[in-house]
C-alpha cells in the first residue's frame, strides 16, 4: 500500500495553458495541496484555484491550502535555499499525513513546468529520504513560461542551429555565458539586461505572461532597456510583485572571429 503524489504543471499564468493529462490529473487526486504566501502567492494561488473551479469536476477531490514559509536571507544563499527546502518537506509531511490516507493520491499543482527553476521535485525526494511517507510519484508536464514568451512574441525560441542558455538574473548580471549568444532570463530581481554592453542585441521580454496583466516589449537592447525598467518599475509598484522572462539574441559572437 502506498500513496501516490501527482506534481501537476499547471503552466504559468494562463488557465487554458493546461493539458488534457493535467486536467485528468487533477481528478484523479484525492487531495490537491495549495501552497499560499503573500502578495505575488496570493495571486498564483488565486490561479490555481481558478483551475480547480474551471476543471475539477470530481466531487470528492479535497482541496486543502497550506502556507509556505518565507526563505531565510541571512547566510549564504545555498544554506538557505537548503534549510528552506527541509522546512517546506516537513511541511509536506504533515499536510500530506494529515490529509490523506495510505492509499490516497495527492496533487502538487506547479507553475509552469516542475523541471525549470522549480523545486517541487527536489522538495518530494527529501519526504521519502525522510521515511515516514512511502508514495509513488508521476509528473506531469506543463507549458513553461519561456513557452508562453515564444508564444506571445510569436518567435521561435533558437535560431538555426543553435544553442539557447536558460539562465538567472543573478548570474546573467555576473557576465555573458561562454558558448552563447542567446540567452533566457528568469528569476531577475536585478535587471541584468542593463549589464549587457550589445546595444544591437535583440530583446524579447514578458511580465505576467498569460495573465490579464500581461506586458511584453521586443525591441534593441539599446532602444527599449530603458523602457522595458521603467515598465517594470511601474508594474511592480502597481501589483506589489511581478514575474518577468525574456530572451536576448546577441549579435552573433561565438563561431566567429571575436567570439569564443
Ligand atoms: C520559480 S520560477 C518557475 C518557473 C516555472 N516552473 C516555469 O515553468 O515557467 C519563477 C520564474 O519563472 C518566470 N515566470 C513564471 N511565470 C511567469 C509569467 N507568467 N510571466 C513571466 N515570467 C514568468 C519568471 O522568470 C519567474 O521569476
Keep these: 500500500m502506498s500513496r501516490t503524489i501527482l506534481i501537476i504543471g499547471i503552466g504559468a499564468g494562463n488557465p487554458e495553458h493546461i493539458t488534457v493529462q493535467a486536467i485528468n490529473a487533477l481528478n484523479r487526486a484525492d487531495v490537491l495541496l495549495v501552497p499560499t504566501k503573500g502578495e505575488e502567492k496570493a495571486f498564483l494561488a488565486d490561479m490555481r484555484r481558478d ?7 470530481n466531487p470528492d477531490t479535497r482541496i486543502y491550502n497550506y502556507a509556505v514559509p518565507t526563505r531565510r536571507n541571512d547566510g549564504s544563499y545555498e ?5 528552506w527546502h527541509h522546512a517546506i518537506a516537513k511541511i509536506y509531511e504533515d499536510v500530506i499525513l494529515e ?3 495510505d492509499n490516497d493520491t495527492i496533487g502538487l499543482l506547479v507553475w509552469g513546468d516542475p523541471m525549470l527553476y522549480d523545486s517541487t521535485l527536489r522538495i518530494v525526494e527529501h519526504v521519502r529520504a525522510n521515511g515516514r511517507i512511502a508514495f509513488d510519484l508521476e509528473v506531469i508536464p506543463g507549458i513553461t513560461s519561456i513557452q508562453a514568451l515564444c508564444a506571445s512574441r510569436r518567435i521561435a525560441l533558437n535560431r538555426i542551429g543553435l544553442p539557447v542558455e536558460i ?7 555576473e557576465g555573458w555565458p561562454e558558448g552563447t549568444d542567446d540567452v533566457v532570463v528568469m528569476l531577475d530581481g536585478v535587471e541584468a539586461f542593463r549589464s549587457v554592453q550589445d546595444p544591437d542585441a535583440e530583446i524579447h521580454w514578458g511580465a505576467y505572461l498569460g495573465t490579464e496583466l500581461e506586458i511584453t516589449v521586443s525591441g534593441r537592447l539599446g532602444e527599449v532597456a530603458e523602457e522595458i525598467s521603467e515598465i517594470r518599475k511601474r508594474a511592480r509598484q502597481e501589483n506589489g510583485w511581478i514575474m518577468d522572462t525574456y530572451l536576448i539574441r546577441r549579435t552573433r559572437k561565438v563561431g566567429t572571429e571575436d567570439g569564443t
Design 51 to 57: 483551475i480547480c473551479e474551471r476543471y475539477l469536476t
Design 79 to 83: 544554506n538557505g535555499v537548503h534549510d
Design 99 to 101: 490529509t490523506s490516507g
Design 167 to 173: 539562465t538567472t538574473g543573478r548570474r546573467l548580471s
